[in-house]
């Protein structure tokens, strides 16, 4: 046919250059001003796509990953998406390894999109994937785990792609704020908006974990992701659930941009640091969208944290 | 006076309590007077003088080691969070 076209020819091509959007009607006043970089428009639906991609190019270029090699990843979802997509286009199968209290949603995606999953106790949250990913990698070696919780190709991800646009877009950031996970977020992109802009506030915005999702046995069960430098930070704020919540339907209300619950609490975060400020711009990462999180409660709940404490939200 | 939210991973530590009232103007100073009453919480919250690395405290909401560590100012009434360091992430 000879055609000449500029589509695409895979869907991993579409990863990343998410749109930043300001949000006007959430900033405290006009001088300072807020925008919102919307990470639930990546491919598989969150910022995940970045780093599921940028471990699998990372993977083959080492010769670590052979064509048709079992993945295996601890993941609450959006990892296991992104992987599960990545790993479908290009030919491996995968196996996650997911709490047993994630929504009903985020099974359904993984199941689709080709994942096989294996349970780990609710009641350990991530901390509990974790611990038996590293198990089963352990006892089949033939396994290759990108483990995005140390895998480097996971903050370069954000320091070549989400920074970069981010610098790109601006000409001026004082406060990037983000949801606190693995860490590769804060730690890639802060790097890159630090470069331009010395001076910017690195904010985490981290999860108050409901008490039955926090059932260590002890302190030393407790898990400090290897690519998470906590000195890197500038700030590191503790979001309830329903704090969360109230980002979520402030950023609806007022914006129109529906949320997952991380986003949600990144607003609450990025609002109580506006508040500080006199003028100047406020970044907010946004992981991903509402749909994975319609089957949950908490959105017309007059007591959002009673119905979430049960389970890990992101 | 500070209330300390207690995680339930630590509670067999202080006879199953969710919260206790403490004494303190630091961070350090708080947990001086909690191990005191409670020592068995020393090797759980400290090692070598300083936090242990998989115990984090929020005062005012916020991580003290991106505050002033161990000399972060406890004002009276505030609420200090004890929290083991959990994987997140998705």
Known sequence: MGTETTAPASLLDLVGSTPLVELPRL??????????????????????????????????ASGELEPGRRLLEPTSGNTGIALAL?????????TCVVPANVTSERRRLLSLYGAEIVESPGEE?????????????????????????ANEANPRAH????????????DRVDVLVAGLGTGGTLMGAGERIRESFPDVIVAAAEPLPGEEVMGLRSLDDGYVPPIL?????????????A????????????????GGVSSGAVI???????????????????????????????????DPESTMERSVWW | MAAVRIPPTLRAEVGGQRELEAHG????????????????????????????????VYVGGEDVRTRDGLQTPVADGDQLILLPAMAGGN
């Not at chain 1, 430098?229 to 659930?241: A, E, H, M």
């Not at chain 1, 640091?273 to 959105?299: I, M, N, P, R």
């Open chain 2, 25 to 56: 103007s630091t961070v350090a100073e708080v947990i001086d007077d909690l191990v005191e009453r409670f020592p068995p919480l020393r090797s759980q919250l400290l090692e070598d003088g300083e936090l242990a690395p998989f115990v984090n």
């Open chain 1, 229 to 241: 430098d906590v000195s890197k930070l500038d700030r590191k704020l503790l979001v309830t659930n």
């Open chain 1, 159 to 170: 320091y070549e792609g989400t920074g970069a646009e981010i610098v790109a877009a601006l």
């Open chain 1, 27 to 60: 900033s405290p006043r006009p001088s300072v001003r807020l925008y919102a970089k919307l990470e639930g428009q990546n491919p598989s639906g969150s910022v995940k796509d970045r780093v599921a991609k940028a471990m699998l190019d990372a993977a083959e």
């Open chain 1, 268 to 302: 609450h975060a990025a609002l109580r640091l506006a508040d500080e400020l006199e003028e100047g711009v406020v970044v907010c990462v946004l992981a991903d969208g509402g749909w994975k999180y319609l089957s949950a409660d908490f959105w017309d709940a007059a």
């Open chain 1, 125 to 149: 949250g991530s901390n509990g994937a974790v611990r038996l990913a590293i198990e089963l990698a352990e006892e089949d070696p033939s396994l290759f785990m990108p483990f995005q919780y």
């Open chain 1, 243 to 258: 704090e969360a919540v109230g980002g979520l339907r402030l950023l609806l209300e007022r914006e129109g941009v529906l």
């Open chain 1, 86 to 94: 990545a790993a479908r286009l290009r030919g491996y199968p995968l």
